[in-house]
């Protein structure tokens, strides 16, 4: 035997020890609202319905697998995140947790700006009529054409993340006679309690100018120095999926210590202060985010107290949730291909999605609950993992659940808080085709991102 491999035996696939899994709830049917968007029920009959619509015929009329968007919810989770910062503060929804035209424009209408970080997102916040000055361009590398199109657009802030930046952000607007409005990203030396990958705070990732080596200061200075830009504040983002908020105090009070070093050196006072985003939601009954009006109050508090402690005046505060607000809103309605019992260990259910329109397990262990969509069922719970059809064992949707054990081909399941990154992040892996996004609001239900055909896939061929 080549000493390069070895026998996976029959408990390969477990990752985690014998007695982690948790007890099957009492009620497979139930519906755990921290979860749920906030349509969802289950109808006289047992079935899922979002939004008033019956997933049976949504996936009728749109197919499996297929995003189900609460409108609703969406729109309530803006207003709630407006009302608990306004007015004396600002929300910016972060694009990348899933952007569209038609997100767009709820966004400007619940009255929420908007962050982008790519040309493309750029692209579609415009096409979507939001205001230039409601719009923030981050990321890491700008291309020139990016930093060209925010600069004639005019949007409202320019989030600087190198020393190459601020060069070349103040020659893009240098060259077009405006003053840019803009923030410098600066790395606090914060840990997030989440997922080495969505840790943003750390000196050692690819994020921002570092606090602790004068790299921030230093890009103060240069931005200050520069006559076509208009330095309005700092900004700091710790990570994602957080839920507790020590990090954003330790933040906070090192980003005004950085504010404090900026008035005594250079005798100015920047009016503003973004601590980003990364607040968490609840993908299983066992997390526990807290509501919008805590956050804010928290993080007003922390603020205040920090820039009394220093002597300043206190900053307008901003805020980026994204997943917060978009990613309880949607489900993925999947049908049941192969249901394959593995005596003693686990059901594997097999769905006709998979990585290519969720990658989050896979890239980050992330956890789900998932429920049969189509009927309610009486028989006793299984315990299963979701799987998906494509050419990978790390094909996972959701890794440990509980399903009915009379679950059969063609029923249809659910996986619920999949709003934020899967639509995102999906991928045409094996040449799949996207899913599409449908939204549901009262009774009606229509694509907002249509599914992607082979035909799509084929026309970029070009042979």
Known sequence: MSRSAHPAGPRHADVLPEGHYAAPPVDLNALDPKVWARTVHRDADGVLTVGGVDVRSLAEEFG????????????????????????????????????????VRWLREEGLNLDVCTGGELATALAGGMPPERIALHGNNKSLAEIERAVTAGVGRVVLDSFQEIERVADAARRHGVRQRVQIRVTVGVEAHTHEFIATAHEDQ??????????????????????????????????????????????????VGLLRQVRDQFGVELPEIDLGGGLGIAYTPDDDPSEPHHIAKALRDIVARECEAAGLAEPRLSVEPGRAVVGPTALTLYEVGTVKPLEGLRTYVSVDGGMSDNIRTALYD????????????????ILVRVVGKHCESGDIVVRD??????????????????????????????????PPVVAVAGGMAGAIIRRETEEDLLRLDVG
Request: charged share 20%.
């Open 64 to 103: 499996t697998p297929a995003f189900v968007l609460d409108e609703a919810d969406f729109r309530a989770r803006c207003r709630a995140w407006r009302d608990a910062f306004a007015p004396d503060a600002d929300v910016f929804y972060a694009g990348k947790a899933f952007l569209s035209r038609a997100v």
């Open 366 to 381: 992330a956890e789900y609950s998932v429920a049969l969509a189509s009927r309610a069922s009486a028989a006793p719970p």
């Open 401 to 434: 659940a509980y399903l009915p054990a009379d679950l059969a081909p063609g029923d249809l399941i659910a996986v619920p808080a999949t709003g934020a990154y899967c639509r995102s992040m999906a991928s045409n892996y094996n040449h799949t085709p996207r």
């Open 206 to 255: 690819k994020f921002g100018l570092a606090l602790a080596d004068g790299s921030a200061l230093e890009a103060v200075r240069r931005a200050l120095a520069a006559e076509s830009l208009e330095l309005v504040g700092l900004h700091s983002h710790i990570g994602s999926q957080i839920f507790d908020m020590a990090g954003f105090e330790v933040s906070a009070r090192r980003v």
